[in-house]
């Protein structure tokens, strides 16, 4: 049973259970014991299951481990210390690892000096990058905390002489278990505790800890499983998220967001900044996406040289070097760095010292991402934690102060955890194999206690051993083994040599990334993420190296595309570094929007409709007065949408039709309803339509007119998931996670013997294999995971239909407006996707325009009109002026070009090489690209080997012109 603790215990209750020498130590270092400790550290002590979910610097480490070094310097006075593993640490980062490791030594070392004794209680850590030296002492001297990762712990427990080590552990500490349970390495790490736990003779207390989790009676189930009979678990919860002060703020560097242009908007922006980081001794900025981490760091040194030097400013994210990663965390720690700028990298619990401030540029799009983010700041548990969101528009500025007013208001988004995934089951089913031989009954038992796999059906289970045996479905021919045996009593081995070697080269969930090579015919052209791939169909046109290409197909990790030199982007490259917005934060905006409208249109005053603004939201005057006007504009040119009202506008720009759908749930929900009602459409209009979407909503685009009918109110009377399987059946994403699914599974193995399978040639194995088992097995575990992975976990199935359902039931209305052009609400959204080809001052310009007519067209409509208003009422062009924008592009690169070229000859005496080697530069710069490898090869090398004789501009403009080549 799930049981929230509401009691803290006593000091002197503590202190009773304290050995001498702990307490001792303790009351040297802490005044008291914190609020987490006392509710916690009795609770371990006690070898009760236990969750502890608390802010960032709340001491929920110590809380963890308190009891256990207790224990075991208790254990160690008596004698009757063992060299066994008493306690497994399993952190999400290697980092993390190594940062408690240091923590846990120190104190065990001052412990030891109060003691007179060294190094009676071991600590260890086993990663990924332990070599063979530190696993062989290991095996010696067994650490008595072992400090690890899901996959390691995996691996120990698949090895023979190590396996029998972990027979004994009586704690196991799950650290940053949010942070696990929402992706496919929670359900792996869930299996492997079941195994763990049936490898113990005794029950093993199972400690989670957690900064910010909702909804945490599920993540405790999650961390404790269930009982064989099927009831949950003993688990008691300690929830004190809220105990630390909080200095949560929105900030807007402008007042007004589409009259004030983009020079100033951009020179605002960075002085905010700037005078946040000036004004505090330590801050941390989240960015979205890498690339703004670095256009951050690069626009602050260049707009205030004297105050960033690379001493006192640095990037921190996942493409980076894992040494450069290090040297910022060493230097945030030891103080050298006055400004730090990070993606998610940083989100959780390294110990990255003191920082005074977070800044969240723009919305996080979750709520317990915000309060992560934000308890980087003052991370000790008397600090404050101090946070500001700054807004980047209007639609952020909404969006942040209703995640602001949630977050003071404990409103925390609910975790996605992976329901039942086939194909990690399908691994540690092979794994748990090598180690003994299991009635498939028993396995099957086993593996249900995992809390992911409670509702796993046993078709679903034997169609999963099915596939490791070969059996019923042989894949041989195809290269895939089978890896299992399955005896007539119903016992399943491991079978094969290799296997164990197999199993431990290529655990894991996580799946290998590569960049995706862009082709025309053999002509490389640059470079994508395959995560942007995945969001791509036949006929879309993205920009690379500032040109267009229309997507033809892919093959392995190669897109084949075409130039496309008259029509603007459809998709923009950032698509899939952008974090979703949560359905439930969704729905509170939705929710404002509704309660704001009905103000507006019972013709409240506007004093009394800013002053609900300002309470509601926390909000100050001047972003209010902003919100209001956005809002009311959109009431008077059409319809606020909600929650509970859909709308749907309709408008001809000239070029192209547009229907855009204002269905505020979220990116994920609206990738499956934008799916949905495309396929929809096309099949009633037989024509190709253009997809774009966002958290706000989506639209459907095409040069030709098309009939929209009621798109949302038929899909809501079918079967979605079937119409989604459809919709995804021949896609790019389906393709790329059915790699994934058969990676993780073993079908592909990534490595054999000393063999290593490129990302490239997993993607060709992978298309051939998906194509084969369509025809053939189209109810294969596998195939079945891919598409659940890409309706469920991806995107967001479950929550379009529950939106569905409220149509089909009258709780959710869809409204419809034939507009001239896009009303305020969707002006940001069509424009989304054109981000790519618009420069900001461009696309400012756009909006600006824009909201000229939508002001125009409400005196209109209100009696106020003039000769002049008509005038504005012409429909707006997107590829008009794109076109018009593209000319003055290629205009000022011709410039640019010429401008390089006279700034080469200027310096080109620096260069000791003959002047055909000088001519060939030129050409280069020209745009030629038919050269000889060897004068490729010498213009690289002077390029990297001597780059301070170039000027900074050119050294750049050098380096892209090589890159188109390369």
């Keep these: 049973m799930i049981i929230r603790k509401e009691r803290p215990d006593s000091e002197n209750q503590v202190r009773k259970i304290l050995h001498p020498a702990v307490e001792k130590w303790f009351f040297s270092r802490f005044k008291e014991f914190s609020l987490p400790q006392l509710y916690g550290i009795l609770e371990v002590h006690s070898r009760n299951n236990l969750l502890v979910s608390a802010p960032t610097g709340a001491t929920k480490t110590l809380t963890a481990f308190l009891s256990v070094i207790n224990e075991l310097v208790d254990s160690a006075e008596k004698g009757i210390l063992e060299d066994k593993v008493y306690s497994v640490y399993i952190s999400p980062l290697k980092s993390l690892s190594y940062d408690i490791e240091y923590n846990l030594n120190e104190p065990l070392k001052e412990i030891e000096g109060i003691l007179g004794k060294e190094h009676f209680i071991r600590v260890g850590t086993r990663t990924g990058d332990t070599d063979a030296k530190e696993k062989a002492a290991m095996l010696r001297k067994p650490p008595h905390i072992l400090i690890t990762t899901p996959e390691s712990l995996s691996i120990m427990l698949a090895s023979k002489k190590f396996r029998e080590k ?126 703004a981490t670095e256009r951050v760091i690069d626009t602050l040194q260049s707009m205030f040289p004297s105050k960033y030097s690379g001493e006192s400013i640095a990037a921190h994210h ?100 992976p329901k039942g995934p086939l194909d990690v089951l399908a691994q540690q089913a092979f794994g748990f194999s090598l180690s003994e031989a299991v009635k498939e009954d028993e396995l099957f038992s086993i593996i249900r206690r995992a809390y992911p796999y409670r509702h796993l059906k046993k078709e679903d289970f034997l169609s999963v051993l099915n596939y490791l045996s070969g059996e019923e479905v042989s894949l041989e021919e195809r290269s895939v083994y089978g890896k299992i045996f399955r005896f007539d009593d119903k016992t399943v081995k491991s079978r094969g040599k290799m296997s164990r070697v197999i199993y431990m080269t290529n655990i894991g969930t996580i799946p290998d990334e590569a960049r995706v090579k862009v082709k025309i015919k053999d002509h490389l052209v640059g470079y994508i993420d395959e995560g942007f791939l ?32 008259d029509k603007p982007a459809t998709i923009p490259s950032w698509v899939s570094e952008m974090l979703p917005l949560s359905f439930e934060l969704a729905n509170d905006i939705g929710k404002f929007r509704r309660l704001l409208k009905e103000r507006i249109q019972a013709k409240e005053s506007r004093e009394k409709s ?46 192209r039709h547009f229907s855009v759908f204002h269905t505020l749930f979220g990116r994920r929900v609206n990738d499956v309803l934008s799916r949905a009602v495309a396929l929809y459409l096309h099949i009633k209009n037989k024509k190709k339509l253009d997809i774009g979407i966002s958290d706000n909503g989506f639209y459907i685009a095409s040069e030709h007119k098309f009939v929209l009918g009621k798109p949302l109110e038929s899909i809501a009377l079918q079967d979605i998931r079937k119409l989604m399987e459809k919709a995804i059946d021949n896609t790019e994403v389906l393709r790329r996670r059915f790699r994934h699914c058969a990676v993780r599974s073993l079908m592909i193995l990534r490595q054999y013997k000393a063999n290593v399978k490129s990302v490239s040639r997993q993607q060709v194995s992978s298309q ?32 379009a239909e529950k939106v569905l359902l409220g149509i089909r039931d009258g709780k959710v209305s869809v409204s419809y407006a034939q507009l001239s052009f896009p009303s305020p609400f969707a002006m940001g959204l069509v424009l989304e996707g054109k981000t790519d080809v618009f420069k900001m001052e461009d696309r400012i310009k756009i909006l600006k325009d824009l909201h000229m007519k939508v002001l125009a067209e409400i005196s209109r409509k209100a009696g106020r009109s003039e000769d002049d208003i008509l005038t504005l009422k012409d429909s707006f062009s997107y590829e008009k002026f794109w076109k018009e924008a593209r000319k003055q592009e290629e205009l000022s690169r011709e410039d640019f070009v010429d401008e390089m070229k006279l700034e080469f000859m200027g310096m080109s005496e620096l ?19 038919k050269f000889d490898s060897k004068f490729l090869k010498k213009l690289e090398d002077l390029i990297y080997n001597r780059p301070k004789i170039f000027p900074e501009k050119l050294l750049g403009f050098l380096k892209e012109r090589l890159s188109e080549i390369s």
């Design 610 to 655: 800013l002053k609900f603004i300002r309470d509601y939201l926390y909000l100050d005057e001047k972003s209010a007065r902003a919100i209001y006007s956005y809002f009311y504009e959109q009431n008077a040119f059409s319809i606020v949408p909600s929650e509970k009202e859909i709308v749907v506008e309709s408008f001809f720009d000239g070029e």
């Design 768 to 799: 051939s294999l998906l194509a084969y088992i369509k025809a053939n097995y189209p109810d294969f575990p596998i195939l079945k995971e891919a598409k659940r992975e890409v309706l469920e976990d991806l995107m967001d199935i479950e929550s």
């Design 911 to 929: 260069i000791d090489e003959p002047a055909d080697f000088k001519r060939k530069i030129i050409e280069l710069m020209d745009g030629y690209k």
């Design 166 to 291: 972990l027979s004994s552990v009586e704690w196991l500490i799950m650290d940053e278990v949010h942070a696990i349970a929402e992706n496919k390495r929670g359900s792996h790490l869930s299996l492997t505790v079941e195994f763990l736990d049936r490898l113990c003779s005794n029950s093993i207390c199972r400690v989670g800890l957690s900064a910010t989790v909702a909804p945490i009676d599920e993540i405790a189930r999650f961390l404790v499983g269930y009982n064989e009979d099927g009831t949950e678990k003993d688990c008691k919860i300690v929830d004190v998220q809220f105990i630390k002060d909080t200095d949560l703020k929105v900030a807007s560097p402008v007042d007004d967001y589409i009259y004030t242009d983009y020079h100033t908007q951009r020179t605002k922006l960075y002085e905010l900044l700037d005078e946040i980081i000036q004004t505090h001794r330590t801050t941390l900025i989240f960015t979205n996406t890498r690339s």
């Design 534 to 565: 995945e969001r791509m169909h036949r006929g879309d046109i993205f920009v690379l190296g500032g040109k267009t290409y229309e997507f033809l197909y892919s093959r392995g990790n190669v897109a084949q595309v075409r130039a496309n030199l």
């Design 318 to 417: 996942s493409s980076l070097s894992k040494e450069h990663r290090l040297d910022v965390e060493s230097r945030l720690r030891e103080g050298r760095l006055k400004c730090v700028v990070s993606s998610t990298s940083l989100e959780l619990g390294i110990d990255i010292g003191y920082i005074d401030i977070v800044v969240l540029l723009s919305s996080p799009k979750s709520v317990s991402r915000a309060l992560q983010r934000c308890g980087r700041s003052g991370h000790q548990l008397l600090s404050k934690t101090v946070g500001r969101l700054v807004t980047l528009s209007r639609d952020d500025l909404v969006e942040c102060a209703i995640l602001l007013k949630d977050a003071v208001e404990k409103k925390i988004d609910l975790l996605h955890i």
